[in-house]
């Protein structure tokens, strides 16, 4: 079976599980992007520019299509416009063809090629029903997604989004969102050894004896990282001197946070790469993401997970009804509810070993469940699916 699988770029949480996918008996693999991110566009939405500390671009065939945007970007609908892959798709005479959401116009090409060509197309998409959205841009979303062969579902509420669009459960196929579970793992593990969490967290500046909440992510409205600061503000001295946040990020907000957090307990450690950022969920007990409904999952979740933390999130982080169960893999409040939040760091701040063994159940989820193999499973099972169908 000839597949192709069309996307903007190479994105670190996607790459292996392609790479498992071309490993497939009776698979014949071919990506498309539509373009290498240079540093500065990498790290646009962090306000540093970096490139990604790990091969992207190895261990499958792939191809750059000619990206003719006026102004190429991986955050503007416009920004990949690719008109060669009806070409490309014609040439290589695939079976079927898996995109990668519906948000860019490089995505609708795919599908518009497809349809014009008769081949099976397959949708992968983080939509959600968590998400406000004008009637008309959900009817417009279901009239769109009846054009899709069949939907690689990422999670509860992605599905649920589905089907409430009119995707028949047959044509939905789970292929859950992960990270590269065993990786993120052994990483935190060896820093634990070979460091001690003593020595890791003198490494960001944090006392070894205080509770240690982390936050990692771009410092954006969406993920709302000043409902930390202003929780930790609300707590009294006592509660304060048994706590610490560790922020770990960069953006737009960095200069209003730092000044928020002038004499409390946060601390800033900048942008953290992947061979970095292993460290930091080393060194804390528990992770923190009071994201808005614009956090249509949060892998940061898986990853700090993999590594043996408990989450503390939002009820609008998308996969807060996978992967987080009150009082077992972690804890969930009301997005905005800063009291909400302020009350679960008091909860915990003395309870670092109830907090390990949240974090060891949070583990076995993401590694049972949320790893590439299903990914891969259902990606497999969908293939079946619609090229059996268009027989």
């Not at 990498?42 to 792939?62: I, K, S, T």
């Not at 994201?291 to 997970?305: F, I, K, P, Q, R």
């Not at 992967?323 to 969930?332: D, H, I, R």
Request: proline residues 4%.
């Amino acid at each position: 079976m000839r597949v192709a699988m069309v996307t903007t770029h190479p994105i670190q949480y996607q790459v292996p599980w392609l790479r498992l996918l071309g490993q497939q008996a009776g698979i014949e693999l071919q990506v498309f992007f539509a373009m290498v991110p240079d540093a500065a566009e990498q790290g646009r939405e962090f306000g540093v520019a970096f490139e990604w500390d790990m091969p992207l671009l190895e261990g499958y065939a792939h191809t750059v299509l000619e990206n003719v945007a006026k102004r190429p970007s991986l955050t503007e609908f416009r920004g990949c416009d690719t008109p060669g892959i009806g070409r490309a798709l014609r040439e290589g005479r695939f079976d079927a063809v898996i995109v990668n959401g519906w948000g860019t116009k490089m995505a609708l090409q795919a599908l518009w090629a497809c349809k014009r060509q008769g081949i099976p197309c397959i949708v992968r998409g983080e939509a959600n029903g968590l998400r406000p959205r004008a009637r008309w841009k959900r009817f417009l979303h279901a009239r769109l997604l009846a054009r899709y062969a069949a939907c690689l579902a990422i999670g509860s509420n992605n599905r649920d989004y589905l089907r409430a669009a009119g995707v028949p459960d047959k044509r939905i196929f789970a292929t859950p969102y992960c990270i590269d579970n065993l990786r993120f793992r052994d990483a935190a593990e060896r820093w634990r050894q070979e460091l001690g969490v003593s020595a890791l967290r003198a490494r960001f500046g944090l006392d070894s004896a205080r509770t240690v909440f982390l936050f990692s992510g771009k410092f954006v409205e969406k993920k709302r990282p000043g409902d930390i600061i202003e929780a930790v503000r609300r707590l009294p001295e006592v509660v304060r001197s048994n706590i610490q946040i560790l922020l770990v990020g960069d953006g737009p907000l960095r200069e209003q946070l730092q000044q928020a957090a002038q004499g409390l307990p946060v601390h800033f450690a900048g942008f953290l790469n992947q061979s970095e950022i292993t460290a930091a969920y080393a060194a804390s007990d528990a992770l923190l993401l009071p994201s808005d409904s614009g956090e249509t999952w949060g892998l940061v979740v898986n990853e700090a997970m993999a590594c043996g933390l408990p989450a503390l999130v939002s009820d609008q982080v998308g996969c807060a009804v996978d992967l987080v169960t009150p009082g077992a893999t972690g804890e969930v409040f009301g997005c905005g509810d800063v009291a909400a939040l302020a009350a679960l760091l008091k909860r915990y701040a003395a309870k670092r070993e109830a907090l390990a063994q949240m974090g060891q159940a949070a583990q076995a989820r993401v590694l049972d469940g949320y790893n590439f193999g299903r990914v891969v499973d259902g990606a497999m099972a969908a293939l079946t699916f619609v090229t059996e169908t268009s027989r």
